[in-house]
């Protein structure tokens, strides 16, 4: 059973589409995450959200925005895609604030 | 907001032979330093952590230290094999916070 799962794995769309990445935890964790990897493998954080609420947002520009319909949940939606879009986007998953985070699989979203 | 510096970027070790991987951080208020190994193409997984009202954790050929007054903290892998090779991430968070301050990563070649 994958405790974080993301659709999909691979996105390869074109620039100025609109797409969306899904993610789902069967951990039963409160707090949920978007990290993204760039191409120098560094990570940072996007957002966290704890039981549905929006709980940090790291200067991310609005054309990404994501929603948590419930808090096993995490979905990314990203509008007008540019170039720089182009990383691997991680989900991720803690009980509470308890800081332990497990990882998705990762989505490598390609933005040509 | 807290900044974690990690070196080195890179580290090549004889099978074998011991590998070890310094970070910094620089919020004082930080308490939980966990380590990801993520191979290639692969999720971040979480290797071994440590809070600071520890000193030092072993785990099999793993081991973390952390010097509080500093502000760093240490991986030590010793009796290095080839499936050790992967990109080795240290963090630093606080446990009432929400979100982990990664390095910048240390990718780690084990040569047969």
């Known amino acids: 059973d994958t405790a974080v799962s993301q659709t999909p794995k691979y996105l390869v769309t074109q620039m100025g589409n609109d797409k969306s990445i899904k993610c789902e935890q069967n951990?039963?964790?409160?707090?949920m995450y978007w990290y993204k990897q760039d191409s120098k493998k560094f990570l940072k954080i996007m957002f966290s959200?704890?039981?549905?609420?929006?709980?940090i947002n790291e200067t991310v520009p609005n054309r990404f925005s994501p929603k948590s319909p419930d808090k096993a949940h995490l979905n990314l939606h990203i509008n007008s895609l540019e170039l720089g879009d182009s990383a691997v986007y991680f989900c991720?998953?803690?009980?509470?604030?308890?800081?332990?985070?497990?990882f998705g699989q990762g989505t490598r979203l390609t933005v040509v | 907001g807290e900044n974690v510096e990690q070196h080195p970027s890179t580290l090549s070790v004889q099978e074998g032979d011991s590998a070890v991987i310094k970070c910094t951080y620089s919020?004082?208020?930080?308490?939980?330093f966990p380590w990801y190994k993520q191979e290639l193409g692969k999720r971040p997984q979480l290797i071994i952590d440590?809070?600071?009202?520890?000193g030092e954790k072993k785990d099999q050929r793993i081991a973390v230290t952390l010097n509080k007054t500093a502000k760093h903290f240490s991986l030590h892998i010793t009796e290095t094999q080839p499936e050790d090779s992967a990109v080795y991430f240290c963090?630093?968070?606080?446990?009432?916070?929400?979100?982990?301050?990664f390095g910048a990563g240390t990718t780690v070649t084990v040569r047969a």
């Open positions: 991720a998953s803690s009980q509470g604030n308890g800081p332990e985070a497990f």
């Open positions: 951990l039963g964790h409160d707090t």
């Open positions: 959200y704890n039981n549905k609420e929006l709980i």
């Open positions: 919020d004082s208020a930080s308490n939980y």
């Open positions: 440590i809070r600071s009202n520890v």
């Open positions: 963090a630093a968070t606080h446990s009432n916070d929400y979100k982990l301050s």
